[in-house]
C-alpha cells in the first residue's frame, strides 16, 4: 500500500527527532572526576560537620569541594585536602589522588609554607613589634621561596592530570580595614596580617598565570565580611583554638563555594 506523500514526510520527520534525541547527550552527563586538594582552608577546618574518617584532617562537609560534589554530582569525588597541609605534605600525601583520568582539580595551599599558625600566635600573644617581625620574615619567604615550591607542585598536578581543569582558590583578607570598633588586635597588626595576605595572594596569582590553571580569587566574596565586620564570615579567637581564623560555614559557602562557582 502507498503511504500518502504528507504522512511520510511527517514519519521521516519523526524518526529524525527520534533519532536525535537518542544521541544528544546533557552537558551534565559528561564524565567529571573531581579531586579536592589543599590545606585546611580547604578540608574545611573551622566550619564544623567534620567526616570522623577523616581525622586531624578535619575534612567539613560544609567545606567548598563538598559543596561543590554535593551540587554537581560528578562522576568521582575525592577528598583529600587536609588541615595543617604544606606543598611538600600535598606532593606527598596527596597528589596520588590525582590521575590522568581526572577531569577536575580545586586547590588552596601556601599559608602553611608561610607559616601562618605561627605568625598567628605571634600577633595575638605578642607585641605590636613582635607581630609585625613574623608578618615580614613570612613574606620574605613567600616572595623568595614560596614560588618555587607552588612551581613544582603546579607542574606535578600538571604532569598527573594533562588535561584537567585546575582552580585554585586563594585567601581572603582577615580583617575589615579601619572598622569603627574592633575588640582583640591593634589596628597596626590587623594591618599587618592584612598585608600579609595581599602578598600571599600576588605570589599565588603569579604562580596560577605561568601554570596556566584558572585562579578564583576570594576577596570579591568576602569583602565586607572578614573579621570586625557587622557580618563576619571568619572565625576570630575560638575554642578549638586551631579552627581560629578560618572560614565559617557560612564563609564555605558564601565565599569559597561562590567564588568556585563563578569560574564554573
Not at 519523526?14 to 534525541?21: P, Q
Not at 583520568?101 to 580545586?106: A, G, Q
Not at 601562618?116 to 613582635?130: H, I, K, N, P
Request: with cysteine; glycine share 8%.
Amino acid at each position: 500500500m502507498r503511504v500518502p506523500r504528507p504522512i511520510a514526510l511527517a514519519a521521516s520527520a519523526l524518526t529524525l527527532i527520534v533519532g536525535i534525541a537518542a544521541t544528544a547527550q546533557p552537558a551534565s552527563a559528561a564524565t567529571v572526576n573531581y579531586v579536592a586538594l589543599g590545606d585546611s582552608y580547604a578540608s574545611g577546618l573551622g566550619a564544623g560537620s567534620y567526616d570522623s574518617a577523616s581525622g586531624d584532617c578535619k575534612r567539613s562537609n560544609n567545606a567548598y569541594p563538598k559543596l561543590w560534589a554535593n551540587a554537581n554530582a560528578p562522576t568521582s569525588f575525592k577528598f583529600v585536602a587536609c588541615s595543617g597541609a604544606t606543598t611538600t605534605t600535598v606532593m606527598n600525601s596527596q597528589l596520588s589522588a590525582v590521575s590522568s583520568s581526572t577531569t577536575r582539580v580545586t586547590l588552596t595551599i601556601g599559608g602553611n609554607d608561610a607559616g601562618f599558625s605561627s605568625v598567628m600566635e605571634t600577633c595575638v600573644l605578642g607585641s605590636d613589634s613582635e607581630c609585625i617581625a613574623a608578618v615580614e620574615n613570612a613574606k620574605t619567604f613567600m616572595r623568595n621561596q614560596l614560588p618555587g615550591r607552588l612551581d613544582s607542585l603546579y607542574g606535578a598536578i600538571r604532569s598527573r592530570a594533562a588535561t584537567a581543569r585546575v582552580i585554585v582558590l586563594d585567601y581572603p583578607r582577615l580583617y575589615i580595614p579601619n572598622p569603627s570598633f574592633c575588640a582583640g588586635l591593634s589596628n597596626t597588626k590587623r594591618s599587618a596580617l592584612n598585608g600579609a595576605a595581599d602578598v600571599l595572594d600576588g605570589v599565588i596569582a603569579s604562580a596560577v598565570s605561568r601554570a596556566a590553571f584558572v585562579l578564583s580569587g576570594v576577596r570579591d566574596e568576602f569583602n565586607g565580611h572578614e573579621l570586625c565586620s557587622a557580618q563576619g564570615w571568619l572565625n576570630s579567637v575560638t575554642y578549638p583554638i586551631n579552627e581560629s581564623y578560618h572560614p565559617t560555614a557560612t564563609g564555605q559557602r558564601y565565599g569559597y563555594f561562590a567564588a568556585l562557582n563563578s569560574v564554573g
